[in-house]
């Protein structure tokens, strides 16, 4: 038993100071469904932990719950080799591998990636912003209708909190059923929630980071809503809508891609 228990301990520290993958802990991973774009990963083992999602020479990290929570993350960079990734910090900015998991991900819709709940569009039936999503667009026919009554929703009936930015905690993630409560929040708040009631109609939509300069918003978060129509994702600016509605009543809920910088979507 000693001797398998000193075995097991060589290779995760092996794995983790030649920056190797490694098999012990792959029981964090849940890919049942990697088919739909959405990998699921548990852990407990406290302190500040971190995912990073990699795809050739693109990656994306976040910050994960250590409380044994499960958490879903996105596959959005298309079809192909992944490398899933699990480290736990130590000390100061230093983290050390816990583990790691290839994935072989082959999505026959790609849009389903957009319809999933994950860590930072975080839904289900039971949620109250899905519920009021419901009752918006129960008598409304067509994927882009809802999302033009729902856009209607959100830039009525939300206010921006210019205090809630400089008091955000590392590592925020929104709370959808808590921005539709209080009816105000930031921008990744609006387009969390945004994301979220469309994603539960069956419209496929991203939440997108990035920059606005025309908007002069500096970094910001807003959304690209697919048109199944058109075939084509239209850019969604909440955020922004919610600020002019009241001066412009004729606001256009569609924006101009030209205005928009995209760093990272989700």
Known sequence: MRVRLLLAVLLVMIGVFAGTSVVYGAEYFDNKDIGRGVIHITYDGGGKTKVIIQKDDKKYTYDINSAGKKESFPLQLGNGDYKVSLY??????????????????????????????????????????????????????????????????????????????????????????????????????????????????????????????????????????????????????????VQVIKKNPKTSMTKNAADFNKVYEY
């Open 88 to 241: 736990q910090n130590t000390t100061g900015n230093s983290y050390k591998l816990i583990a790691s998991k290839n994935l072989n991900v082959k999505i026959s819709n790609p849009d389903s990636v957009y319809l999933t709940s994950t860590q930072n569009i975080d839904w289900n039936v039971d949620s109250k912003a899905v519920k009021k999503a419901v009752e918006l667009t129960k008598d409304v026919d067509g994927l882009d209708k809802k999302a033009k009554v729902l856009w209607d929703f959100m830039v009525n009936n939300n206010a921006y909190d210019y205090d809630k930015l400089s008091k955000l905690p590392n590592g925020y993630i929104p709370v959808i059923d808590q921005t539709l409560a209080e009816k105000k929040g930031i921008c990744y708040d609006f387009s969390s929630l945004y994301a979220a009631m469309l994603r539960s109609q069956g419209t496929p939509a991203k939440l997108v980071k990035g920059y606005a300069p025309k908007n002069a918003v500096g970094y910001h978060a807003w959304n690209e809503v697919y048109d199944a129509e058109k075939k084509e994702w239209l850019i969604i600016d909440t955020t922004y809508d």
